[in-house]
């Protein structure tokens, strides 16, 4: 196929126009990203993207990832233009307005045909790793016929800039994920005014430096941008192709400049920016030819979708690739017997070595998972079950070094989950989620099925002290939206807790994990499936209840030795395991309210901040935790030291009962 | 000066044998680094690092940053060998116990000659930008005769594969920071095993891409580590020295692997490395000689710190430059009245642009503070009072224009406040403090005065999304030790919070900010310096008390009109504006109560997470707040849809007043 430009020019001027009205319709938005790459865009939507706009969901797609989400008329330009159902001309008249799926950035969950959530700089780019990771994966497992697609991204100076940039590149190099294209948007253009306020760097070299190939072109000259994607499309390692463009461009008076960034261009800019692209046509029309054309480069995608279902249909892997790709768990797998056996002979472990027991079976029960940690797999234990490293020379292998690359790791855990067919899960010590926060949140936001295996999770770990010593960890997940916190208590919490975040098809998992060996407290064969309820009771009062400790993890068996001393002392306590706030919020208000009865003292005891117990307990209850950072010793000496002991804890109860 | 090896084997094994004997000791810790650059080091301190050990705090010191702070025994024998006051010999032997300055990592606030705190990986190379940067400015101001020293770093393989890393090398290079030498512990090991498990990076071709000199030497020959630091002072670029290393260096059968970086030796491993090494003393046994030539290398720094107190005492500015230095705000420095022009002329203005018009007093009354944003100068309102940009051509600028980098931000502003003599500021939206948090919480570790500007604050930034907009960030830091987060409601409290924050000489401030424009609700000449309560009564009840709102930033207003409402009806109810709920909580008991008086409804208003309310609520409260994800839309809207209205709130409240 050969590129018209006489089509290709109104074709990415369709875009400028949709991009520059919508902005302006809405009075916000970013108009400059969107019309200095329209030209790149319509160049790798009409030659080299494989979609069909039928089937957004279809498993061989190429994905395209908006790095730079700001410039999200684009992404809806695109869509709308190729004739995918969603957006609407009307989503996109409606864009940045309540109820459109059009939102200010692009939302997996609002469309279809958007692969992610972008925005927050760096981490579209950092999930297409672990999309492409994904797709090698699943190529080595299914084949070239089943599984065959490229990972396009349109990134700008932000997402290189910053830091994830470093680790995703670095990952990407390494693994040699030469499906992987990102086309840099290369306009020398940030928020604040030129690049060069603030940067110095060759970025050319630094990616050649990190194992990449790269290209550049005029981002303005169809064939220049042909010719620098089939240089990169030749080449064996992942590419970064420098399109060098104007921002805004088509604005006569503002292009090429930070005005263009971040805000509409202005009735006279428009109009002028009409003249200056010969684009005769109101707001939101655009001509049948244009749209015609537009919708024929989607017709390679549908051909290639019909021959990839004939072949899926003929394939003796159907069954099982359609299963990983939908999501779903094999029918046979379970924990059941493996938990029976923890009753049968109670193990004292630390958690997260009750994560790599239970690792062991789900990871060769479940083939989909694929596991890793941010160089700390002995530490984590992350590693479990066989499974066989990830490398450039083996994609078959299902666990990766992550390296030392925490956000990394979690954003291109995101960008696996959300390419399907594979159950991403991945370790660091959970006072690192700090470094790794910002994907965290967008696993939650974009509704993704990933496991943060999250060990050495409180003073507990000991002698590395206060910089590996989580405190505020804990609250500080609880408070984020559609994201399961679990602190399981021994090697059956752990196994449930397993169970369960895999369950989650929509939402991710932080399992919190304790570096010290602790009691199994749960050993009757039938007390099974109780960590589903968030919290339940693991210890009924004795005399008239009068305590009720909750607690969580490590300080669970605390809590049942307090229970136990206070019942010598004639007080009834029962104990409440709290492995996880947010099912528990989930409970009706009889359950809840039977767990935590109203009329009984109410203590919290938690190696880790106050904060937010008091939901739980009233303000008239007790909370026993760390309201400052920890201290580098031992860990048995930290507990003695912050109170953690029933003989700390009892003195404090019977002064409270005596008030 | 000439180096002698005959006296440098025995100083470096003296390193050697303090780390392995107190990891050993301690059962924990980390002796492959600094067994691996004991050499390095050695001659950086005999030869190139200014210093005296009798004035750990003398302001022209160098700095050292043991940015690979796992391994603290490096920094620990040195700072004992060379005859500083602690860590004397008993704290290493108490290497990881609890009370021992020698904690698993350096910490900042346990050692004076410590710099900071450092472990995170990453975080030391990014503060030591910082700590460059702070030098080169007050070199500028202060002149060569007062500041005139230089930023000494050592990094692992794991400091150089984080993203931070990226962020931070980039500022410096931009800044040509020349007076910072990053030596990199380039041993090719990691904990799961060799570099080559998750790296095929060219980090060299990389560093000078990124516009630093690079240099390369054996890290065990003497004369070569010389010259490559002799060729790094030469060159006008910040300079990477590869010191090609064996971890472990002097352990026979160990050496080079992963299995000395994080356990202890042995006892075989260690009699070995004694035998291996040609060391014959006991554990802890320096011998006076090598003891001798280790007290030596301060003498230099004595005589240079000498005569440096006398350019002091000779110097006209004397007084501003230890002013500056012991962080101590100009005794003119006030807002008061500012506060009272604002008084007199209520301002209608988003906090975000108030707080510029309090910066426009803060930078013109105090020369000391250095602001900047990241990327984000028009939003943030970061540039005020007619700062100039700090750039390579003027160091002398107090604005700096961070890039897309909030984590090197953030890093770099820890390394100012702990250098010293300035007092940084930086910006970004609030959303984002997810990308920095691993360094705001080594600001509140390190004890650190850094001034976070947080701005769009809330779903009240409207159009970009739930991407940008905070939702439980507020409860986040909350729950984050020694930090204080400040969320003013108009003018008048963002000034008084301004003036709180650079207060703070040990805590750091985040200061939440709106973009949406708010009405000034404290007009009252006598109602002055509130905030500083942390909370305080804005609204008395007009009817009988039964209802106490409590309400932060943008919601105070919203409070307030819900009070109003509350009172047509004749429902009495107070408003407490909450600006810091730390300030409040530090606040005694009668105050408190008095502010949220036990017998009312207590009921909270906050545009984001209820999570934590409930501690100023109880469980028998209201929280009206955001417990998903926002969306995108205009703010107005927003407020609408989520119920931040006066009258989607009163029914609440009337519906609770019936139960």
């Not at 005769?280 to 989607?298: C, K, N, Q, Y």
């Not at 472990?349 to 940690?373: D, F, Q």
Request: proline share 5%; net charge negative; hydrophobic share 40%.
């Amino acid at each position: 196929m050969s590129l018209d430009p006489a089509r290709l020019v109104p074709m990415a001027n369709a875009i400028r126009a949709l991009s520059m009205d919508a902005v302006q319709a809405a009075n916000s938005g970013h108009p400059g990203m969107p019309m200095g790459m329209a030209d790149v865009a319509t160049v790798l939507w009409s030659k080299y993207l494989k979609f069909d706009p039928g089937a957004p969901a279809w498993a061989d797609r190429d994905r395209f990832v908006l790095s730079a989400g700001h410039g999200s008329m684009l992404i809806y330009s695109l869509l709308h233009l190729s004739g995918y159902a969603a957006p609407t001309i009307d989503d996109i008249r409606n864009f940045r307005q309540l109820g459109s799926p059009c939102a200010g950035h692009p939302e997996n969950f609002l469309l279809d045909a958007v692969e992610c959530t972008t925005g927050p700089l760096g981490q579209g780019l950092a999930m297409a790793v672990g999309m492409a990771m994904a797709e090698r994966h699943l190529n080595a497992v299914f084949g070239d016929e089943l599984v065959d697609h490229r990972t396009w991204v349109v990134a700008g100076d932000g997402c290189l800039m910053e830091g994830i940039n470093h680790e995703a590149i670095g990952l990407a190099g390494h693994l040699k994920l030469g499906r992987m294209i990102v086309l840099w948007d290369d306009n020398n253009i940030t928020i604040d005014g030129g690049t060069d306020l603030s940067t110095s760097e060759d970025i050319k070299a630094r990616y050649a430096a990190t194992g990449w190939h790269v290209a550049e072109c005029d981002g303005h000259d169809f064939g220049d941008i042909e010719r620098a994607i089939d240089e990169a499309l030749a080449d064996e390692r992942p590419s970064l192709v420098a399109c060098r463009t104007v921002i805004g461009k088509g604005a006569p008076n503002k292009q090429g400049t930070s005005a263009t960034h971040g805000a509409p261009l202005g009735e006279d800019e428009i109009a002028a920016a009409r003249e200056t692209l010969g684009w005769e046509h109101g707001p939101f029309v655009i001509p049948d030819d244009i749209l015609s054309d537009w919708r024929a480069t989607g017709e390679s995608g549908k051909a290639a979708h019909g021959e990839w279902r004939d072949r899926l249909g003929a394939s003796p892997n159907k069954a099982e690739f359609t299963r990983r790709m939908a999501g779903e768990l094999a029918e046979d797998f379970q924990l059941d017997n493996y938990i029976q056996s923890l009753m049968k002979e109670p193990q004292k472990v630390a958690t997260r070595k009750a994560s790599e027991m239970a690792l062991t079976h789900v990871n060769t029960y479940l083939p989909e998972t694929i596991g890793g940690s941010a160089d700390l797999t002995g530490s984590n234990n992350t590693k479990a079950g066989g499974i066989e490293p990830f490398t450039a020379a083996n994609y078959a292998g299902r666990y990766v070094y992550y390296g030392i690359r925490e956000f990394g790791m979690a954003a291109a855990m995101n960008g696996m989950a959300l390419h399907g067919g594979v159950i991403p899960y991945g370790g660091t010590f959970l006072v690192f989620t700090d470094y790794a926060r910002g994907a965290i949140r967008l696993s939650a936001l974009q509704q993704a099925r990933v496991i943060y295996v999250m060990t050495h999770d409180s003073i507990g770990l000991g002698e590395d002290g206060p910089t590996h010593q989580p405190v505020e960890h804990l609250a500080s997940l609880r408070a984020m939206p559609n994201l399961l916190v679990m602190r399981p208590c021994d090697a059956v919490e752990t196994a449930e807790c397993w169970a369960l975040a895999l369950e989650q098809t929509d939402r991710p998992t932080v399992l919190a994990l304790s570096r010290q060996g602790l009691p199994q407290v749960r050993n009757a064969p039938d007390e099974t499936d109780q960590c589903r309820y968030g919290a339940y009771r693991l210890k009924r009062a004795g005399n008239a209840h009068k305590v009720t400790l909750i607690a969580t993890g490590s300080e669970v068996h605390v809590a049942l030795e307090t229970a136990e001393k206070l019942e010598r002392e004639g007080v009834g306590a029962s104990v409440v395991s709290m492995v996880c706030t947010e099912l528990f919020d989930e409970q009706d208000a009889a359950y809840r309210a039977d767990m935590l009865p109203a009329d009984t003292l109410k203590v919290s005891v938690e190696a880790g901040a106050t904060f937010g117990w008091e939901r739980y307990t009233g303000t008239d209850g007790l909370n026993i935790g760390l309201d400052r950072f920890g201290a580098s010793a031992p860990a048995d000496d930290l507990f003695e030291k912050f109170g953690f002991t029933a003989d700390a804890i009892v003195p404090q109860i019977m002064n409270k009962l005596k008030d």
